[in-house]
């Protein structure tokens, strides 16, 4: 069994919850579960199952930040503690050099102003670790390291996007990527239609199963074919799912009613498929066959994937001309290293690709600071180094982002995660949710593989699955963010 030792704050000073959320991660990024020890308030041990070195994944403070889940550079196993504060710095340091050093060698024009940040957050964490006697200076010289190596973070992120959409709008004026926003399952407010279709060039339609067939015998359709009509009569592209979303609160009730007969199951669920595939096919541009989940699993791995190659199998039958994509929710795997899941989204989606399941795109469900089934926060550095290893699949990648404006309760939300207030610099709010969206979504685009990006949540003012995601308020007005969307899409898309 291995171990590692780390110097830690006094446990009152860490984040909230940030010791429940520790993994330890090896040079494949798949996270682990590591059982944590205090050995005394202030030094703390990870145990793991396995021997070998890796980066140690925590939930951190950063002063205009927010809390970020940060990691160490490569750490490994010894008996001496390392310093928890300094190993952070080293690694935010470490991740933002090789960055901007791999940018530059592919062509990357690094401003002087940027530059000299990053020289100068260097210099900062090379005085934190030049200091092993003084812990209290080291430390307080590793907390501005890492906000300094952040703060050029941002600027890194936003000039790669610059530059790499200038380079991508050289081959072609508009870009064709796919900019969706999510309908939901009850009518668009009428006074949002000019808005979402100024800002976003494709619309999901999810076809939910517990709305449309309530019960064995009884099929509704209204509103699903109101959002198709919609959609033919202004010109929207069409992404039509998820079909199946596999957890169990998404099933009808007939379906997921105790105890769970996996065969009815299975063949419900292709009837299902079978049906919304033969009543919009032609009409759909796009087909999001199954949402799997590994945040709430109710199934084995080996039956989640047995019932996904099946479904996305009856969904190309029943369509072949329409390209039919999965995705999966908590991209980087968090549900693994907190013992949820023994596979991970990303061993999930190549165990299907090895199964020769023909898979048009991978769709990455981004529940940004929500808790416990969304996705930890991250910086823009990480969420496209992220991306780059789900593009080495070889496969279009579908960034599915929902990000709160907002947090406490909300009566209309159906997932039972919670915003995580501590994620947002100041708080969740509409310009901290505007913010994010600036940082993250020109990124996204700029990446080659990234054929659509989707806000999976638009409005607040209908049911929806998580609390304030939406684009536009409770009381239908539209949130400072959704200004940002449409200023990438007039200047980026078709």
Same mark, same amino acid.
């Given at each position: 069994?291995?171990? =590692? ?6 446990? @009152?000073?860490? &984040? !909230?919850? #940030? ?5 330890? *991660? ?82 990357l024009q690094l401003p002087e102003t940027l530059a000299a940040q990053i020289h100068a957050a260097c210099q900062t964490y090379i005085r934190a670790a030049t200091l092993p ?16 190596? =952040? ?6 992120? @936003?000039?790669? &996007? !610059?530059? #790499? ?5 050289? *081959? ?58 919609w959609c033919f009569r202004y010109g929207v592209k069409i992404i039509g799912g998820p079909v199946i979303r596999l957890d169990r609160d998404s099933l009808p009730d007939w ?224 949130k400072p963010a959704l200004s940002s969307l449409l200023a990438i899409r007039r200047e980026h898309l078709t």
């Amino acid at each position: 069994m291995g171990f =590692l030792r780390l110097l830690t704050p006094p446990l @009152a000073q860490l &984040a !909230r919850g #940030a010791v429940d959320r520790i993994y330890v *991660a090896g040079l494949d990024s798949l996270p682990t579960f590591c059982r944590k020890t205090w050995e005394g308030d202030c030094l703390l041990r990870l145990e793991r199952g396995i021997d070998e070195s890796g980066k140690v994944y925590i939930p951190w403070p950063v002063d205009g930040h927010g809390e970020l889940l940060l990691s160490t550079a490569t750490l490994m196993e010894r008996e001496r503690p390392y310093d928890l504060v300094v190993e952070l710095a080293r690694g935010t340091m470490n991740r933002l050099r090789s960055k901007a050093e791999s940018w530059r060698h592919a062509g990357l024009q690094l401003p002087e102003t940027l530059a000299a940040q990053i020289h100068a957050a260097c210099q900062t964490y090379i005085r934190a670790a030049t200091l092993p006697h003084d812990r209290q200076a080291a430390e307080a010289a590793a907390e501005s390291a890492i906000r300094q190596s =952040l703060d050029a973070m941002l600027l890194l992120g @936003a000039e790669y &996007a !610059r530059q #790499a959409l200038r380079y991508r709008h050289e *081959a072609t004026e508009s870009l064709t990527t796919l900019l969706a926003g999510n309908l939901g399952n009850a009518p668009m407010p009428v006074n949002a239609e000019p808005m979402f279709r100024a800002t976003f060039n494709a619309a999901v339609v999810p076809f939910c199963w517990r709305d449309i067939q309530p019960e064995p015998n009884r099929w509704d359709w209204t509103r699903y074919d109101k959002h198709v009509q919609w959609c033919f009569r202004y010109g929207v592209k069409i992404i039509g799912g998820p079909v199946i979303r596999l957890d169990r609160d998404s099933l009808p009730d007939w379906v997921a009613a105790s105890p769970v007969d996996l065969s009815a199951v299975v063949q419900a669920a292709r009837n299902f498929v079978e049906a919304v595939l033969d009543r919009y096919r032609g009409q759909v541009h796009l087909w999001h066959a199954v949402a799997a989940t590994t945040a709430a699993p109710w199934l084995s791995d080996e039956q989640n994937v047995r019932l996904a190659a099946s479904l996305i199998e009856i969904a190309r039958r029943r369509d072949p001309r329409t390209p039919v994509f999965i995705s999966v929710d908590q991209p980087w795997g968090e549900s693994v290293a907190l013992r949820q899941a023994a596979m991970s989204p990303f061993q999930f989606v190549d165990f299907l690709l090895r199964a020769d399941i023909e898979i048009a795109g991978i769709g990455l469900e981004i529940d940004y600071g929500y808790w416990p089934r969304g996705t930890l926060p991250r910086d823009v550095l990480e969420v496209t180094e992220h991306l780059d290893l789900w593009a080495s699949l070889g496969l279009p990648l579908i960034p599915m982002l929902t990000i709160p404006s907002g947090a406490g309760a909300d009566s209309l939300a159906t997932d039972p995660s919670e915003v995580l207030p501590s994620a947002f610099s100041g708080g969740p709010s509409p310009q901290e949710q505007k913010r994010l969206v600036d940082q993250l979504f020109p990124a996204l685009l700029a990446k080659q593989p990234v054929q659509a990006l989707i806000w999976n949540q638009v409005f607040d003012s209908t049911s929806h699955r998580l609390a304030h995601g939406g684009l536009f308020n409770t009381q239908g007005l539209p949130k400072p963010a959704l200004s940002s969307l449409l200023a990438i899409r007039r200047e980026h898309l078709t």
